[in-house]
Antibody, heavy 119, light 111 residues
Framework: EVQLVQSGAEVKKPGESLKISCKGS????????IGWVRQMPGKGLEWMGI????????RYSPSFQGQVTISADKSISTAYLQWSSLKASDTAMYYC????????????WGQGTLVTVSS | QSALTQPRSVSGSPGQSVTISCTGT?????????VSWYQQHPGKAPKLMIY???KRPSGVPDRFSGSKSGNTASLTISGLQAEDEADYYC???????????FGTGTKVTVL
């Protein structure tokens, strides 16, 4: 069974750093892309970027380029999304999701990680 | 890159059909056959309902169908059921620079 299990909710202060994770199982982690999606409170879905764990090829949506870093450790089948300096506007639910190609539709989703940034 | 345009809400009685539109441009919906639809219940992760415009993953009821004409994609739910009440989002590949763009989302209400 394909599963994407994300790390737990986080509460951080503005300016702090954060790295959240997404662990894949039930499939060949290095053969699929992992994308990240933001959903701000009460709002819609936004595509952030995508990584191919097989060779770490990473692509960012223009709105998120330079704002976050996407990475992966294929040895432990885990993808990451990280911030170096959080802002209150980063408060959102973040989902990871799998796709066969960087241009392909995502099929399986993680359960989401709620990030709250507040002073 | 602007979000794809969806109606804010649609509603129907049990057993009826509803159709949700998703309007983009020739740079996204109209340019590629990678349009997908996701169902999201409150507090839950999105679930894939339709991929590559009209393909249905295993386990998704056949009352869900997708299509595309020009720059507009559509999701039709036939034989509406109570459990279909949720938010629905379309998503399209939009080229190697923008990557992907989601729709604004549509709330489906079963009367």
């Amino acid at each position: 069974e394909v599963q994407l299990v994300q790390s737990g909710a986080e509460v951080k202060k503005p300016g702090e750093s954060l790295k959240i994770s997404c662990k894949g199982s039930g499939y060949s982690f290095t053969s699929y892309w992992i994308g990240w999606v933001r959903q701000m409170p009460g709002k819609g879905l936004e595509w952030m970027g995508i990584i191919y764990p097989g060779d770490s090829d990473t692509r960012y949506s223009p709105s998120f380029q330079g704002q976050v870093t996407i990475s992966a450790d294929k040895s432990i089948s885990t993808a990451y999304l990280q911030w170096s300096s959080l802002k209150a506007s980063d408060t959102a639910m973040y989902y990871c999701a799998r796709s066969t190609y960087y241009y392909g539709d995502v099929d399986y989703w993680g359960q989401g990680t709620l990030v709250t940034v507040s002073s | 890159q602007s979000a794809l345009t969806q109606p804010r809400s649609v509603s129907g009685s049990p057993g009826q059909s509803v159709t949700i539109s998703c309007t983009g441009t020739s740079s996204d919906v109209g340019g590629y056959n990678y349009v997908s639809w996701y169902q999201q219940h409150p507090g839950k992760a999105p679930k894939l309902m339709i991929y590559e415009v009209s393909k249905r993953p295993s386990g998704v009821p056949d009352r869900f169908s997708g299509s595309k004409s020009g720059n507009t994609a559509s999701l039709t739910i036939s034989g509406l059921q109570a459990e279909d009440e949720a938010d629905y989002y379309c998503c399209s590949y939009a080229g190697s620079y923008t990557l992907r763009v989601f729709g604004t989302g549509t709330k489906v209400t079963v009367l």
